[in-house]
C-alpha cells in the first residue's frame, strides 16, 4: 500500500483508505474519492502539487497534503 502523492503518471490506482477525519476527510469523499474507487494519474506538477487525476469521470487537482492521507494500491 501507498500514498497517492508517490503513484507514477499514466497509472490507475485503487483507493484503499483515507487516512483524514473530520471535514478534510469529508471533503475528500465529497469530490467523489471513496475507497475502492479507481484513480487515472494524469499529471503531477513538477514539484508534486498538484496532483491532477480523473475519478469518476471527471478531472479533479488534488493538493499534495491531500494526495498525502489517500492510500492506494496498484
Request: aromatic content about 2%.
Amino acid at each position: 500500500m501507498s500514498k497517492l502523492k508517490d503513484a507514477k503518471v499514466g497509472t490507475t490506482v485503487k483507493v484503499v483508505a483515507i487516512q483524514g477525519k473530520g471535514p478534510v476527510k469529508k471533503r475528500i469523499m465529497d469530490m467523489g474519492i471513496t475507497k475502492g474507487v479507481e484513480l487515472y494519474i494524469r499529471k503531477v506538477a513538477p514539484l508534486g502539487d498538484p496532483v491532477e487525476v480523473t475519478v469518476r469521470g471527471y478531472e479533479l487537482s488534488l493538493r499534495k497534503a491531500d494526495a498525502e492521507i489517500i492510500d492506494v494500491s496498484a
